[in-house]
């Protein structure tokens, strides 16, 4: 058993877990170097970089974790979602892509994917991976608002009166940003009765 590893390692978690971050990645480092493909302190390192909205810090991290664990799906989608905070969506689409992959019916990389492919105006493809996430997740009004927006920019009207009409069943208020969003004055009805 490797007790260095160890000692630092759970420093390290009761530092973060009294928000000593600067202390926690300290003892992470030092977890790394007793024990180099130790990708849970790696891991650790990346969530308070992300945590502190250092995104292309993390990405780093989530990187150097991959290439230890190149099929944890997990951390291909946070991956993802640092770089698609740090601004760059290629790598964000192909760690979605990759996530997608490794578990098909992981529901938040197809939003994640969803929301990039949105982002660069590739609305067909948007579509594809925010239904894929919408169906995974039939409650989420984020999907289903963000399905409406895909269907919306590619120009099909009747598509998106079929979201608006599901989504009213369960979330009136995304029901009317959708509304609003998308111009559709003419389904207002359903969202009269709420204060604008």
Known sequence: MNFEKWQHYLRARIYHLLRKEDSALEEYRRTQLAAPDFTRAIECIAFIHASRGEFGTAATHFRESLRIEPGNAEMQFNLGFACEKHGDLKEAI?????????????????YGLGICLA???KHAEAAQALHEAATLQPMNPHAWYALGMAHHHLHEPERVKEITLHLHRFDPLMTRHLIQDTERADLAYLVAELEL
């Open 119 to 121: 982002r660069l105006g």
């Open 94 to 110: 192909e760690a979605f892509q990759t996530a997608t992959r490794l578990k098909p019916n992981f529901d938040r990389a197809w």
